[in-house]
């Protein structure tokens, strides 16, 4: 998959630009806060609807303008494809593919594989489980359409059987018990269906992961990625049940898919506490190379691939491991990324090979 | 809103509350009536007090009708087949298939804590009361409710409830679009969804 043009209105500190991109390396350079980020940003919106965790919506419209409007011109196979994505204050936000807007915004996944190498990536390690199921859960929906659509049915159950919880109050009439055990049947059947995909998908995604680590890192640093889960431990069934009265006094669930982790870890132990800056980068980084091989393999779509800021927090070592991964023409397609060091890139790169875009303030400048 | 007469305000904050009205439209609906001569919206205000002081609901099938009575006990239907809807646009709509000649109950919703509707909010007892005083002549309870979660949890939490009768549980077949509400299908997929209904089995 490729992105020929971006055009790029009212988004962010861009007032209406037209970017073109390299088949292979495009670089976007220039200052901080020039813009570099933004590009991304725009691309990520039209391949996942969304922004990075980062802002929301309404914070990438460009300040006072009423609408921002973001347009890119996709070829996969020889056949050219035009996302757009239009948010107008006060109104739905809309996505277009050739023309047509989705009816679900959530339709549109997995139609534009991407994959995007970003400093919020640290939360991935250091927030809360949510955020490593949602990436996780990200990596299996672009190719698995049943488990988005288990995923969003399960979240609508949990939500429902939650506000039952609370409506109970603790107390359990004949038919709020009855269609409690509605709620249960449906959440412990759904639970199982996305817990067992989520342990498949750390099975095939780990030797991916292991790889692109060893190929980034010098020397031995064991990383490790698994799946905690009690939905997948025997007696799950009978223990939800078991947790009916916790859950009635505490007026939500306790135990289902929603409580899975991924755990990561440095040496065995948490990468979170034991990990250094660098190190946890290396990780992020090697996660989101082999979340690209993930995604190449179960789709046959080689992504593009975004890289922002990635040389930041690395020695050199690192970043020249990375470099040589990243010339692999067999194994890469586009690669967008960004440097605020416009000669560090120059030296790795050669000319003949990539695009050199220059921004300033919002403006671009591109080198033939 | 900042609209200088708080009247007119007023009148768009309440109409805005309608599903679907925002206040744009809610101020444009609200100065057309203001052109229109007095008549007109005493008329409008008028309707739908009437309306909601004299609505009467079916003591048995819950339909939306003027009579506590209507003639769902009268009319001569197949009266071994009570099917089952979320509310009277799906009555009409599956009646003017043609493909049905049994009764009808209205649960008058579907099963959804979030906007605070339980089993007990529906008129889920009153059917089966009407299951136990037809005294086996009811046999068979078709489920024709929306393909939404929320229709599937009533759904499900119906053949729970019923479990214990000797019924024949149906659910229309699924060629209504997933989410999709019954009074919108259209009558053909409808029709068929209804001849073709199969045995209720949930979470398939
Ligand atoms: N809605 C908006 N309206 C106007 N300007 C905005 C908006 N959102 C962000 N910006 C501005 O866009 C500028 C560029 O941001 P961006 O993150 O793309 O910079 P960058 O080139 O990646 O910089 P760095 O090298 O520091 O990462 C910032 O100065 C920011 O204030
Ligand atoms: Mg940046
Ligand atoms: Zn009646």
Known sequence: ????????????????????????????????????????????????????????????????????RV?????????EREVICFLERGQKKIIKMDGLAYE???DHIGQVQVVMCTPYDSQIIQDSSEVRRKWADGCISQHDAPYLEALLKYQRVLKQRNAHLKNCNGRLSPPAALLLDTYDQELIRLSSELSNKRVEFVQSFQPYFQENLAALVPGHERCSIHLKSQVTEAGFAEKFSESRAKDLLMQRTLLGAHRDDFMFALQGQPIRKFGSQGQQ??????????????????????????????????????????VSILQDNSRFGQVILTDARKERTLSFFDKEHIQLVEIENGTIRVHE | MDFPSQLVARAVDEIAKLPGIGKKTALRLVLHLLRQSPDQTHRLADALTILRDEIQYCDTCHIIADIRECTCRTVHTDT??????????????????????????????????????????????????????????????????????????????????????????????RGIPVGGELEFADELTLGRSISSRTEYHPTE
């Open chain 1, 281 to 322: 980068k290396s990780f992020l980084v090697a996660l989101r190379l082999a979340q690209y091989d993930y995604l190449k393999q179960t789709t046959s779509i080689a992504p593009v691939l975004l890289l922002d800021d990635v040389f930041d927090k690395l020695d050199d070592g690192r970043i020249h491991n990375l």
């Open chain 1, 1 to 68: 998959m490729e992105i020929k043009t971006l055009h790029l209105q009212s988004f962010k500190n861009y007032e209406n630009s037209i970017l073109p991109f390299h088949s292979r390396v495009t670089c976007l350079v220039g200052l901080n806060g020039a813009g570099k980020t933004n590009v991304l940003e725009a691309i990520h919106y039209l391949a996942f609807t969304k922004g990075t965790a980062s802002v929301t919506d309404l914070e990438s419209i460009r300040s006072k303008d009423p609408y921002f």
């Open chain 1, 71 to 79: 347009k890119g011109l996709f070829e996969e196979n020889r056949k």
């Open chain 2, 80 to 173: 071994s087949i009570v099917c089952v809807v979320e509310d009277t646009p799906d009555v009409l709509a599956i009646r003017n298939t043609g493909q049905y000649k049994g009764m009808f109950h209205v649960l008058g919703g579907r099963v959804s804590p979030i906007d605070g509707i339980g089993p007990d909010d529906l008129k889920i007892e009153s059917l089966v009361k009407r299951i136990e005083a037809s005294n086996g002549e009811i046999k068979e309870v078709i489920l024709a409710l929306s393909g939404t979660m929320e229709g599937e949890t009533t759904a499900f939490y119906l053949t729970r409830r019923l479990d214990s009768y000797p019924l024949k549980i149906t659910s229309i077949a």
């Open chain 1, 104 to 106: 679900k915004l959530s």
